[in-house]
């Protein structure tokens, strides 16, 4: 009841395009939501992160939607550049602790 | 304000080998947590510390291990090495431990001979 499933694996994107990412999660006692993004070499950095209070949140070109009725949320990156070629992760947590729960994660493949 | 910083980056071990991998925090925050990534497994929780105590702790077997000192800092041990510990061992700190904004370091690369 702990996992949190992520699709695509894997996806390709025409600069100026939109890269959306998918995560679904069983727990209901989850009630925080990160993202986080990766470059090769790196240690992930925080992108966005939403509580399930709100439906949706944007930070400049990124967007979390958050469905709590169906247990999903996505990232949406809106005029996607060469340089948000990178892994993405979700992830999920709770209130009582730092634990996060991982997806799987998604390697977004930003072409000029 | 300096980032979470992780000693050494890389490592080279064989097998039954001990390691210790050394993790500091943002300075202010209190909360240190562990995670392994892997291709195959991609990214799992390890464990938890918070003003010196394990808080939380994942599906692994009691060869992991960590502590905290009172200065924040953490480290992790892993003992009797298997190939399979093979992995990017990364470190976030945070500044309390109810589901705050976890900040990543670069990781610790071992690698199991």
């Known amino acids: 009841q702990q996992q949190v499933k992520q699709s695509p694996q894997s996806l390709i994107v025409q600069k100026g395009g939109i890269s959306i990412i998918n995560c679904a999660y069983e727990?209901?006692?989850?009630?925080?939501f990160p993202w986080y993004q990766q470059f090769p070499g790196k240690g992930p950095a925080l992108l966005i992160a939403i509580r399930p209070d709100v439906s949706e949140k944007k930070e400049g070109r990124f967007t979390i939607s958050f469905n709590k009725s169906a247990k999903q949320f996505s990232l949406h990156i809106m005029d996607s550049q060469p340089g948000d070629s990178a892994t993405y992760f979700c992830?999920?947590?709770?209130?009582?602790?730092?634990?996060?729960?991982f997806g799987g994660g998604t390697r977004v493949l930003v072409k000029p | 304000k300096a980032g979470v910083t992780q000693t050494p980056r890389y490592l080279i071990k064989t097998r039954g080998q001990q390691v210790t991998l050394s993790c500091s925090p943002i300075s202010g925050h209190r909360s240190v947590s562990w995670y392994q990534q892997t291709p195959g497994q991609g990214l799992q929780f390890l464990f938890e510390y918070f003003s010196e105590t394990q808080r939380n702790k994942g599906n692994f077997p009691g060869r992991f291990s960590g502590r905290q000192f009172s200065n924040s800092r953490s480290e992790m041990n892993v003992s009797t090495l298997e190939l399979g510990d093979s992995a990017l061992y990364l470190c976030?700190?945070?500044?309390?431990?109810?589901?705050?904004?976890?900040?990543f370091g670069p990781g610790t690369r071992l690698t199991v001979l």
């Open positions: 976030a700190s945070s500044l309390g431990t109810s589901a705050n904004e976890q900040f």
């Open positions: 992830a999920a947590g709770q209130a009582a602790g730092n634990k996060l729960t």
């Open positions: 727990n209901t006692a989850f009630d925080y």
